[in-house]
Protein backbone atom coordinates (compact mmCIF):
# COMPACT_ATOMS: atom_id res chain seq x y z
CA UNK A 1 0.00 0.00 0.00
CA UNK A 2 0.78 3.72 -0.54
CA UNK A 3 -0.15 6.61 0.91
CA UNK A 4 -0.38 9.99 -0.79
CA UNK A 5 -0.40 13.19 1.58
CA UNK A 6 -1.71 16.39 -0.04
CA UNK A 7 -3.03 19.42 1.32
CA UNK A 8 -0.25 21.28 3.39
CA UNK A 9 0.73 24.75 3.10
CA UNK A 10 0.92 28.05 4.66
CA UNK A 11 -1.72 29.99 6.80
CA UNK A 12 -2.76 32.58 9.27
CA UNK A 13 -3.35 31.63 13.24
CA UNK A 14 -6.81 30.97 13.37
CA UNK A 15 -7.05 29.23 9.83
CA UNK A 16 -7.79 26.15 8.09
CA UNK A 17 -7.02 23.22 6.30
CA UNK A 18 -7.91 20.08 5.32
CA UNK A 19 -5.18 17.48 4.78
CA UNK A 20 -5.81 14.21 2.12
CA UNK A 21 -4.15 10.81 2.48
CA UNK A 22 -5.22 8.26 -0.49
CA UNK A 23 -4.38 4.51 -0.92
CA UNK A 24 -2.91 2.97 -3.80
CA UNK A 25 -5.35 -0.35 -2.91
CA UNK A 26 -8.90 0.60 -3.58
CA UNK A 27 -9.99 0.43 0.04
CA UNK A 28 -9.01 1.29 3.39
CA UNK A 29 -11.13 -1.18 4.85
CA UNK A 30 -9.12 -3.48 7.24
CA UNK A 31 -6.73 -0.79 7.48
CA UNK A 32 -6.57 1.23 11.01
CA UNK A 33 -5.49 4.86 10.16
CA UNK A 34 -3.57 7.86 11.88
CA UNK A 35 -2.41 11.51 10.82
CA UNK A 36 1.38 11.98 12.64
CA UNK A 37 3.49 15.38 12.77
CA UNK A 38 7.06 16.02 13.20
CA UNK A 39 8.26 19.76 14.04
CA UNK A 40 11.52 20.81 13.45
CA UNK A 41 13.79 19.53 16.73
CA UNK A 42 10.92 17.45 18.38
CA UNK A 43 9.65 13.13 18.08
CA UNK A 44 7.02 13.05 15.91
CA UNK A 45 3.91 12.51 17.54
CA UNK A 46 0.41 11.43 16.94
CA UNK A 47 -2.55 14.25 16.58
CA UNK A 48 -5.34 11.79 15.42
CA UNK A 49 -5.90 7.67 14.85
CA UNK A 50 -9.27 5.37 13.82
CA UNK A 51 -9.35 2.61 14.98
CA UNK A 52 -10.65 0.21 11.91
CA UNK A 53 -11.41 -2.45 14.34
CA UNK A 54 -14.14 -0.64 16.72
CA UNK A 55 -14.25 2.75 14.71
CA UNK A 56 -12.80 4.66 18.09
CA UNK A 57 -10.92 7.86 17.44
CA UNK A 58 -8.67 9.31 19.14
CA UNK A 59 -6.91 13.18 19.91
CA UNK A 60 -4.28 13.94 22.28
CA UNK A 61 -5.27 17.17 24.12
CA UNK A 62 -3.51 19.47 22.06
CA UNK A 63 -5.59 18.86 19.41
CA UNK A 64 -8.73 17.97 20.07
CA UNK A 65 -12.08 20.29 19.17
CA UNK A 66 -9.74 21.18 16.01
CA UNK A 67 -8.71 18.71 14.34
CA UNK A 68 -11.04 16.15 12.86
CA UNK A 69 -10.26 13.06 11.19
CA UNK A 70 -12.40 11.46 8.81
CA UNK A 71 -12.31 8.05 6.45
CA UNK A 72 -14.01 8.06 3.03
CA UNK A 73 -13.45 4.24 2.08
CA UNK A 74 -14.70 5.07 -1.45
CA UNK A 75 -12.63 6.96 -1.98
CA UNK A 76 -9.50 5.28 -0.49
CA UNK A 77 -9.13 8.35 1.19
CA UNK A 78 -8.65 9.64 5.08
CA UNK A 79 -8.50 13.19 6.01
CA UNK A 80 -7.55 15.56 8.49
CA UNK A 81 -9.69 18.89 8.82
CA UNK A 82 -7.29 21.04 11.03
CA UNK A 83 -9.19 24.32 12.57
CA UNK A 84 -8.29 27.03 14.70
CA UNK A 85 -4.64 26.47 13.81
CA UNK A 86 -2.17 27.87 15.88
CA UNK A 87 1.90 28.46 15.22
CA UNK A 88 2.61 25.96 17.82
CA UNK A 89 0.88 23.30 14.58
CA UNK A 90 3.74 24.27 12.12
CA UNK A 91 5.22 20.86 11.39
CA UNK A 92 5.54 18.17 8.38
CA UNK A 93 1.97 15.86 8.64
CA UNK A 94 2.18 12.36 8.21
CA UNK A 95 -0.38 9.87 7.44
CA UNK A 96 -0.46 6.19 8.72
CA UNK A 97 -2.14 3.00 8.08
CA UNK A 98 -1.65 -0.32 9.82
CA UNK A 99 -3.22 -3.57 8.72
CA UNK A 100 -5.10 -4.93 11.03
CA UNK A 101 -4.44 -8.45 9.69
CA UNK A 102 -0.62 -8.26 8.68
CA UNK A 103 0.03 -5.69 11.41
CA UNK A 104 2.09 -3.95 8.44
CA UNK A 105 2.89 -0.38 8.63
CA UNK A 106 2.80 1.83 5.96
CA UNK A 107 3.79 5.98 5.94
CA UNK A 108 2.80 8.46 3.64
CA UNK A 109 5.62 11.47 2.07
CA UNK A 110 4.90 14.72 4.42
CA UNK A 111 3.20 17.40 3.78
CA UNK A 112 4.39 20.54 5.09
CA UNK A 113 2.04 22.66 7.35
CA UNK A 114 3.13 26.06 8.88
CA UNK A 115 1.04 28.87 11.00
CA UNK A 116 2.14 31.88 10.97
CA UNK A 117 1.22 36.05 10.72
Known amino acids: VQLQASGGGFVQPGGSLRLSCTASRSTLNGYSVAWFRQAPGKEREGVAC????????YYPHSVTGRFTLSRDNTKRTVYLQMNSLRPEDTAVYYC???????????WGQGTQVTVSS
Open 50 to 57: LSDTDGTK
Open 96 to 106: FGKSTISNDNY
